[in-house]
């Protein structure tokens, strides 16, 4: 037995607004749907316009404050241009916490700090 396609990852926000506007006017995801759960939670996916997995934002302010430790865990994008994609953020923003750095094989990578403490990292594969 073995499980299917992977669908969603979920992380928990105090401010949906605020993550709102960073992963869908910072990055350029898309919101896909937006729900109320059963127990009363506000539930937002997004997605990549490349498509794939999907983000789902999770507002539940009954289970109390949002807390996630450094270096927990992670999402990572491929961007065509890593120094266009940091000015934009930076704009925005939300300038590296980390990077950019290259590897032995060129390709550059670099971490930014969102809301609620999640780092999101930004990954330019080697020129070819």
């Known amino acids: 037995m073995k499980v299917g396609r992977?669908?969603?990852?979920?992380?928990?926000?105090?401010?949906l607004e605020k993550?709102?506007?960073?992963?869908?006017?910072?990055?350029?995801?898309?919101?896909?749907s937006k729900t109320t759960s059963?127990?009363?939670?506000?539930?937002?996916?997004?997605?990549?316009?490349?498509?794939?997995e999907m983000?789902?934002?999770?507002?539940y302010p009954a289970s109390g404050p949002v807390q996630c430790p450094a270096d927990l865990v992670h999402l990572a994008f491929e961007v065509d241009d890593l120094?266009?994609?940091?000015?934009h953020a930076t704009a925005r923003g939300y300038p590296w916490s980390d990077g950019p750095t290259t590897t032995v094989t060129g390709m550059?990578?670099?971490?930014?700090?969102?809301?609620?403490?999640y780092e999101v990292e930004f990954i330019e594969k080697g020129k070819k």
């Open 108 to 117: 550059r990578f670099a971490f930014l700090d969102a809301p609620e403490g």
């Open 55 to 59: 983000l789902e934002l999770c507002h």
């Open 19 to 32: 993550n709102l506007v960073f992963y869908r006017d910072t990055l350029g995801l898309k919101e896909i």
């Open 83 to 87: 120094d266009a994609f940091g000015a």
């Open 6 to 15: 992977w669908l969603h990852t979920r992380f928990r926000v105090h401010d």
């Open 38 to 52: 059963p127990r009363g939670s506000t539930l937002v996916f997004l997605q990549s316009t490349a498509g794939g």
